[in-house]
């Protein structure tokens, strides 16, 4: 296997980890943060914006005097859920739910409190929010590692696209002379070197947030170990560990062959880009940009794009800077000046247009997070203010450099530069001329690495949308001997929790098995019958997807007991799209606007190449026209054709589940049960028998729509006559509930 298939299973491994989200928030609390609840609450439940590491997430909750009372985990089939049964009997009075919960993606570790009340709010008790601000161990370690993956980049793409076309020559094995590869090579090693110690540090660092440890703690009892087979984190790690030996193997193999096999050794280095093109887009799986609301793959995507801009200005800026007095050295003035024009000539020609990529880009990111002015004022937001600032002399100075290697364009601002002194224009002449300038930006780059490397570790802003809770639906119904509490946690699209508390009489009924199916009785939708699990005394909890849309749901609990006497229990739900875990937003003008722009800058950078590929084909006008009119119509067809998938689609399940010729109006509760027994006995005697034609008729009752059992009510099936009598509308459906009661259940 060559190093080539070496790399796409390294694409293949980044692809595999998924557009987790890093930087984690809640997204929904039952209870809601100080909230005065009548009865105590059956469990607590905090939805996040990613999933958590089970291993390292805690839940724990706490009466008034910090006396902890009980503590949960991360939900086994929904990692982004951190859940807490609470024990029955609660007192009247505050509670401390603690949270710290550690997010897959990044390792980081949120610790915050919320409060709630059991009956009137008592004074002087509240929780405490998460602290947003970064911590410097991480913030130091995810800088080394960028400068690291940086200067790797960086080095070696100035390598294949500015080094070679500047100073190359035939004369030298690997194009260049030795000195400058000698160089090269030690900024490589170097990289390397300083990836591996920022990578233990940040193992070290890690493992101290996940187990809350210190450094001698983590390292006596071994505790990193835990956290690199037990994490995402680690699994990363791994990786970026065995990419650093690939890569020092690579630099190996390039050193110790390059006299015998020159072709070979220069190959390996025009690889090396990629390399370092893995790295950086290892650490964006765990950036920012995958923990993004919108779009998160794009915005991977985006972020990728913006940080090998920014590692070849700044990478390739320094391994400049590092390399010029070793390469420039031999030189007289001349030849010096003239070598060193070459190479910034080429380096400037470069970099210039790919700024502008780095500056769409990167606001394209920050908007990722920033949906309102007041998210600006938070920690993230300053921070980021700070590295905005830092940006604009950077900017400046490569402008002028640009300016100054170009007498042509020079003279065209002449005017606009009379602003400045002569001496000072002199001066700043002199300091590109002889390489100061670019020593000033390496300098201000390095200080730029660290305000974002402080960025990389500070949480984005919480949504506003998020900070508004979402009262939980519950209904309490007295049926017979039975006290049924029903709640839909959270009560909107998507996911749910269905919790049932069932008492008889004042103590909690644990003998019996309780069902629970939700039905859209608009669409004719219904679940499955799904037998409840109970969780503790009196409280039998179910959970599904199986509510897709808002609007107007019904739950149909029946509790069973040890006798098969059935107790029906059902409740409407108006469903709240306001109440669903929302993870996800659409793109806005401002966001199609700016992807515009950075495709149109992608497609500028590529002119050249467009402009050769066109000449290799020699087109001629009509030849053009007939392949622009062949693109366009088959971009026209490929349109057409997805568009008339989709109607087709929507025809399919249209035709497989019409909507309902005749919507059920009656609620299937123990009532309307009740009288359609007694109508079904009366006047359906027929039904009553062993018939074939009855049986089969139970038989299809899962898979029936109660307007097919209307029907059937009304007109008979095959030799299974109509009911007698002259029946109103809601008795018919009295009937036709009652009959759903024949279907089994699991």
Request: overall charge neutral.
């Amino acid at each position: 296997m060559n190093w080539r298939h070496f790399l796409l299973l390294a694409v293949l491994f980044l692809a595999s980890l998924g557009a987790t989200k890093a930087h984690g928030y809640i997204v929904r609390a039952i209870p809601a943060d100080r909230s005065a609840l009548e009865r105590p609450p059956t469990r607590l439940q905090y939805w996040f914006s990613e999933d958590l590491e089970p291993r390292f997430s805690e839940i724990n909750l706490r009466d008034q005097s910090g006396a902890i009372i009980a503590s949960g985990a991360v939900d086994a089939k929904n990692h982004a859920l951190l859940a807490l049964r609470v024990p029955a009997g609660l007192n009247d009075g505050a509670y401390i739910v603690e949270l710290r919960p550690a997010f897959a993606s990044d390792g980081h570790v949120i610790a915050e409190s919320r409060v709630f009340f059991v009956g009137e709010e008592v004074g002087g008790v509240a929780g405490s929010r998460a602290d947003d601000r970064a911590i410097p161990l991480e913030a130091l370690w995810r800088a080394a590692l960028n400068l690291a993956n940086f200067l790797f980049f960086g080095s070696s793409l100035l390598y294949a696209v500015v080094l070679l076309p500047a100073w190359g020559s035939a004369r030298h094995r690997a194009g260049l002379p030795e000195r400058v590869m000698r160089r090269l090579r030690a900024c490589l090693i170097g990289a390397v070197i300083l990836a591996a110690l920022a990578s233990l540090l940040a193992l070290l660092q890690q493992s101290m947030v996940f187990f809350n440890a210190d450094a001698l703690q983590v390292l006596k009892q071994n505790l990193w170990g835990v956290v690199l087979i037990g994490s995402r984190f680690g699994d990363v790690w791994v990786f970026r560990i065995v990419l650093l030996i690939f890569s020092a193997v690579l630099i190996f193999v390039s050193e110790t062959y390059r006299a015998l096999m020159p072709q070979l050794s220069a190959g390996l280095w025009k690889g090396m880009p990629w390399l370092g093109a893995l790295f950086i887009g290892l650490t964006m799986v765990t950036s920012h940009a995958a923990g993004s609301t919108l779009l998160p793959w794009l915005a991977i995507a985006v972020d990728w794009i913006h940080s090998l801009v920014a590692a070849f200005w700044l990478g390739g800026a320094l391994a400049l800077t590092l390399l010029l007095p070793s390469a420039l050295a031999s030189l007289d003035e001349a030849a010096r000046r003239s070598a060193l024009r070459a190479v910034m000539l080429r380096f400037s020609r470069i970099v210039t247009p790919l700024v502008a990529l780095m500056i769409v880009s990167g606001i394209y990111n920050a908007l990722n997070f920033f949906v309102t002015p007041s998210d600006l004022n938070t920690s993230y937001g300053r921070t980021l203010g700070v590295k905005l600032l830092m940006v604009a002399p950077l900017l400046l100075i490569g402008g002028w450099q640009h300016v100054v290697l170009r007498p042509q364009l020079a003279a065209r601002l002449d005017s606009t530069l009379a602003i400045f002194p002569p001496s000072w224009r002199n001066g700043m002449e002199r300091a590109v001329e002889t390489g100061k300038a670019l020593r000033l930006e390496v300098w201000l780059m390095l200080a730029l690495l660290g305000a974002v490397a402080w960025l990389s570790a500070t949480p984005v802003p919480e949504p506003v949308s998020l900070r508004s809770e979402i009262d939980t639906p519950q209904v309490t119904q007295t049926i017979g001997e039975y006290t049924i509490t029903s709640a839909v946690i959270p009560g909107g699209p998507g996911v749910n929790t269905y919790d049932t508390v069932v008492n008889r009489g004042d103590a909690p009924a644990t003998d019996v098995n309780v069902f629970i199916q939700l039905v859209n009785p608009r669409r004719e939708s219904r679940s499955d019958w799904r037998r409840k699990e109970q969780v503790e005394d009196g409280l039998y909890v179910a959970a599904g997807d199986d509510i897709d849309e808002a609007g107007e749901w019904w739950s149909l609990i029946d509790v069973v007991d040890a006798n098969g006497a059935v107790t029906r229990a059902a409740t409407v739900w108006s469903i709240s799209e306001a109440a669903a875990v929302v993870q996800l937003r659409s793109p806005n003008v401002i966001h199609l606007a700016l992807l515009l722009m950075i495709a149109a800058i992608f497609l500028a950078l590529m002119r050249r190449r467009s402009q050769s590929l066109i000449s290799a084909l020699n087109l001629t006008s009509a030849s053009a026209a007939l392949a622009l009119g062949a693109v366009a119509i088959s971009v026209g067809i490929m349109i057409f054709g997805a568009a008339l998938i989709g109607e087709r689609q929507r025809d399919y399940e249209r035709t497989l589940r019409p909507p309902p010729e005749q919507v059920n109006s009656v609620l299937p509760d123990a009532e309307s049960l009740a009288r359609g027994e007694a109508l079904y006995r009366e006047l359906c005697l027929a039904w009553q028998g062993q018939s074939a034609d009855f049986r089969a008729l139970r038989n299809r009752l899962s898979a029936a729509r109660d307007d097919f059992l209307y029907g059937v009510v009304v007109a008979g099936w095959r030799d299974l006559p109509a009911c007698e009598g002259e029946l109103s509308e809601a008795q018919r459906w009295d009937i036709v509930n009652y009959f759903r009661t024949f279907e089994g259940r699991d």
